[in-house]
């Protein structure tokens, strides 16, 4: 049998869809697979496609002629097309056509629950995403169901894992405490774009709470997005102790600095923040929001989406309490260590790869 050829294809790609398809892309190609990613460049540039054994052809987000074009020629020799997001898979089905010379695997990350108008055209593009697709992978069980509900004939639980932590970044926790001036106050760090449904609105009414400590605890928010000149607004006007750091390459050390690592979103699949701070033992406040519950099971406090006071009373709880702060940092190591490893990830797309091309 020839080589496989596949493609990947992203369309802004978050971090956690990214990493994933980095991780993919590099166990694919150990296996012998041809891999190509279709990407904006400035992807490549942060998870290096290329150094993982891919080809990487620039995708533009956009949807104009010259980048659909540019996609059609990426895929057209490809046994099996894998659009990763539901943006992403709309694209591939336009390119791909009706002929559907080769089969569509759709990986659907995460979605941002809507109503009214918007909602109902968020649906219909649901159900475009998926309806063509020979499998549609959801990241949690409740993206599989809501993938069934739009009409998919084949949709899976595809556990998106994220690339284990490096060693040693506990070393470099006080170096990051020292930088941030949190050495003789608590850290709370949050990691995430500064999106709306990533719920920061929240998380500065909890902060509120905690200016009656002494000292108030600092909330470190690494991330970068739209939102932030609005939630820097907010800070300086009410004096929060919030730091905004934007972008970093030091995520892990940030984390394992942290006394207690924040995840405020309106809806989450499989975040990343919340793989990354049970795997390092570090304790992690939460909403049960999507798919949260089933991924951090007992080893986190959930609380629910948009209630700022039992936010702020959740991590004041840990905070006063180093027990429960250690309990939770044993317990999250166990969790995580039942989690889908990359490998069983790549095992488990390629095995769906193979089936597919043994029945075209």
Same mark, same amino acid.
């Given at each position: 049998?020839?080589?496989?050829?596949?493609?990947?294809?992203?369309?802004?790609?978050?971090?956690?869809?990214?990493?994933?398809?980095?991780?993919?892309?590099?166990?694919?190609?150990?296996?012998?697979?041809?891999?190509?990613?279709?990407?904006?460049?400035?992807?490549?540039?942060?998870?290096?496609?290329?150094?993982?054994?891919?080809?990487?052809?620039?995708?533009?987000?956009?949807?104009?002629?010259?980048?659909?074009?540019?996609?059609?020629?990426?895929?057209?020799?490809?046994?099996?097309?894998?659009?990763?997001?539901?943006?992403?898979?709309?694209?591939?089905?336009?390119?791909?056509?009706?002929?559907?010379?080769?089969?569509?695997?759709?990986?659907?990350?995460?979605?941002?629950?809507?109503?009214?108008?918007?909602?109902?055209?968020?649906?219909? =593009?649901?159900?475009?995403?998926?309806?063509?697709?020979?499998?549609?992978?959801?990241?949690?069980?409740?993206?599989?169901? =809501?993938?069934?509900?739009? $009409?998919?004939?084949?949709?899976?639980?595809?556990?998106?894992?994220?690339?284990?932590?490096?060693?040693?970044?506990?070393?470099?926790?006080?170096?990051?405490?020292?930088?941030?001036?949190?050495?003789?106050? +608590?850290?709370?760090?949050?990691?995430?774009?500064?999106?709306?449904?990533?719920?920061? $609105?929240?998380?500065?009414?909890?902060?509120?709470?905690?200016?009656? =400590?002494?000292?108030?605890?600092?909330?470190?928010?690494?991330? %970068?997005?739209?939102? =932030?000149?609005?939630?820097?607004?907010?800070?300086?006007?009410?004096?929060?102790?919030?730091?905004?750091?934007?972008?970093?390459?030091?995520?892990?050390?940030?984390?394992?600095?942290?006394?207690?690592?924040?995840?405020?979103?309106?809806? %989450?699949?499989?975040?990343?923040?919340?793989?990354?701070?049970?795997?390092?033992?570090?304790?992690?406040? *939460?909403?049960? +929001?999507?798919?949260?519950?089933?991924?951090?099971?007992?080893?986190?406090?959930?609380?629910?989406?948009?209630?700022?006071?039992?936010?702020?009373?959740?991590?004041? *709880?840990?905070?006063?309490?180093? %027990?429960?702060?250690?309990?939770?940092?044993?317990?999250?190591?166990?969790?995580?260590?039942?989690?889908?490893?990359?490998?069983?990830?790549?095992?488990?797309?390629?095995?769906?790869?193979?089936?597919?091309? +043994?029945?075209?």
């Amino acid at each position: 049998m020839t080589q496989l050829r596949t493609v990947q294809v992203l369309g802004g790609g978050s971090a956690g869809s990214s990493a994933h398809v980095r991780s993919l892309a590099a166990g694919l190609v150990a296996r012998g697979v041809r891999v190509t990613v279709c990407a904006p460049a400035a992807l490549d540039r942060a998870f290096d496609f290329l150094g993982a054994g891919a080809d990487f052809t620039a995708v533009p987000r956009r949807s104009d002629p010259l980048t659909l074009a540019a996609l059609r020629a990426a895929c057209a020799d490809a046994d099996v097309v894998h659009a990763h997001g539901l943006h992403a898979a709309l694209r591939v089905g336009r390119v791909l056509g009706a002929a559907r010379r080769a089969p569509l695997v759709v990986t659907w990350h995460a979605f941002a629950p809507e109503s009214g108008a918007r909602g109902q055209w968020l649906r219909l =593009r649901e159900r475009r995403a998926v309806r063509d697709a020979a499998v549609v992978f959801g990241t949690s069980s409740v993206i599989v169901d =809501r993938a069934r509900l739009r $009409g998919a004939r084949d949709a899976r639980l595809g556990a998106v894992t994220i690339p284990a932590p490096r060693q040693g970044a506990e070393l470099h926790s006080g170096k990051v405490r020292a930088e941030l001036g949190a050495m003789d106050r +608590a850290l709370v760090v949050a990691v995430g774009a500064l999106e709306p449904h990533h719920g920061y $609105g929240t998380l500065l009414d909890a902060s509120r709470h905690w200016l009656d =400590r002494d000292p108030p605890p600092l909330v470190a928010v690494a991330g %970068e997005g739209p939102g =932030r000149a609005a939630l820097q607004r907010r800070i300086d006007a009410e004096g929060l102790p919030v730091r905004l750091l934007g972008r970093r390459d030091d995520v892990t050390a940030l984390l394992a600095a942290a006394d207690v690592a924040v995840l405020p979103s309106r809806w %989450e699949a499989r975040p990343p923040l919340g793989q990354e701070a049970l795997r390092l033992g570090v304790p992690l406040v *939460a909403t049960a +929001a999507g798919g949260v519950p089933e991924l951090v099971g007992d080893a986190a406090e959930l609380v629910a989406p948009g209630d700022a006071p039992a936010l702020a009373a959740a991590v004041t *709880a840990l905070l006063d309490d180093p %027990e429960r702060r250690a309990e939770l940092a044993a317990a999250g190591r166990v969790q995580a260590a039942g989690w889908p490893t990359e490998d069983d990830t790549v095992a488990q797309v390629l095995s769906v790869y193979d089936e597919l091309r +043994a029945g075209r």
